[in-house]
Structure formats: C-alpha cells, structure tokens
C-alpha cells in the first residue's frame, strides 16, 4: 500500500505569509496527487489535482507542484479565509491514501 | 448542481449494523465510480471503500474488509454502505465521494456521524 506523509503537521503563519506544504509519497505516484482544504465542520474542498491544476473556482494563490514521489501545496499570500486544515490525497481508479493533514493557524 | 446527501447515519451498539445511503443530483450518477470516506472526531480523513460505475468492482480499507459492504442501484442512483459487526473504532462522519475526471475526489456530501457506542 501506498503511504503518504504530510508536513508539518501544524503551521502558525500570518496574513500575507507565503506557505508551503509537502506531502512524501512512498513510492512513485506520477502526478497522481490532490489538494484539499477543510474547515472546521465541513467537508473537504477540492483546490488542486494532478498535482498542479488548479480546481474551478480556486483563487490562482493556490499552486502546487511535484512529481514522482514529492509535492507542494504553496499559497503565496495568506487570506484570513485561508486559515483551515490541509490533505493530500494520492489517488487512482480504485482507492485513495490520504496525508494526515496541516492545520494552518494563526 | 452537482450534489451527494448522505442518510442513515445514527447511534448504533458495538456489533451491530447500519446502512448508510447517499442520493446524487445534478450529474449523470451511471457514469461515475464512487467512494465512501470517514472522518473520527478530531483526526484525519480515511477512504473506506469505493464501486466502479458499473458496479462490478469493489474495494475496501483493510479496516473494514469483510465488515463493510458498498453497493450502487443504478436504476434509482442510491450509493449504499451496509456496515456489520462495528466497532467503536468506526464512530466517525461518513462522506459519500464522487471520483470525477481522472479518478479525482472532486464531489462531496455534506457527511453523516455514526456513532458506536453502548
């Protein structure tokens, strides 16, 4: 089974922060990556997939990146509506693995 | 809109079983592959299982293989999860996931709690 390790686990950064999170797959995924984010209460929102494309809708502060066995979430300038928890999903046409999640804090 | 509401979740006893649907609008439900995906109180997010569009393949998390069984009807569009012989370890929210375009996560219910507890 494919394992996915995120970091950091907690981040504590401001308004108008460039952040970057890395998800470490355990072996090759191609770009077979997703980026959600979720808020307290609610369900995962899809932002980016195949690693680097951005999901309708999702302001262009979001980028991520990566190939193979590495991946970025970047968010160039830190919104307050962006204060919420992170998960990298590794995916394919029969299961999913997810990280463990960042919670991005003030 | 594209919309997944899921039902029957509930408080339910260690050992005993419940069965989780999830009605889809908005999309064209025959054509997409499914999953379900739960979330324990205060932790991350766990896929569980999915089903193929035609409802001929079948997975599972090793957590819940031979417990947990997910189904589709096609004709009335319902995704279905029977889960048997639970556990405390399975209280969580329960989200009914469409896997869109390339397999991708893209569209998910609002989520229902199930809670084993005695």
């Known amino acids: 089974d494919i394992q996915m390790t995120q970091s950091p686990s907690t981040l504590s950064a401001s308004v108008g922060d460039r952040v970057t999170i890395t998800c470490r797959a355990s072996?090759?995924?191609?770009?077979?990556l997703a980026w959600y984010q979720q808020k307290p209460g609610k369900a995962p929102n899809l932002l980016i997939y195949?690693?680097?494309t951005l999901h309708n809708g999702v302001p262009s502060r979001f980028s991520g990146s990566g190939s193979g066995t590495e991946f970025t979430l970047t968010i160039s300038s830190l919104q307050p509506d962006d204060f919420a928890t992170y998960y990298c999903?590794?995916?394919?046409?029969?299961?999913?693995?997810f990280g463990q999640g960042t919670k991005v804090a003030i | 809109e594209v919309q997944l509401v899921e039902s029957g979740g509930g408080l339910v006893k260690p050992g005993g079983s419940l069965r989780l649907s999830c009605a889809a609008s908005?999309?064209?439900?025959?054509?997409?592959?499914m999953n379900w995906v739960r979330q324990a109180p205060g932790k991350g997010l766990e896929w569980v299982s999915s089903?193929?569009?035609?409802?001929?393949?079948?997975y599972y998390a090793d957590s819940v293989r031979g417990r947990f069984t997910i189904s589709r009807d096609n004709a009335n569009n319902p995704l279905f999860l029977q889960m048997n012989s639970l556990r405390a370890d399975d209280t969580a929210v329960y989200y009914c996931?469409?896997?869109?375009?390339?397999?991708?996560?893209?569209?998910w219910g609002q989520g229902t709690l199930v809670i084993v507890s005695s």
């Open positions: 908005g999309f064209k439900f025959t054509s997409f592959s």
């Open positions: 072996q090759s995924i191609s770009t077979w």
């Open positions: 996931v469409r896997a869109g375009d390339g397999y991708v996560f893209d569209v």
């Open positions: 195949r690693a680097s």
């Open positions: 089903v193929s569009f035609s409802n001929n393949y079948k």
């Open positions: 999903l590794q995916y394919n046409s029969y299961s999913g693995t």
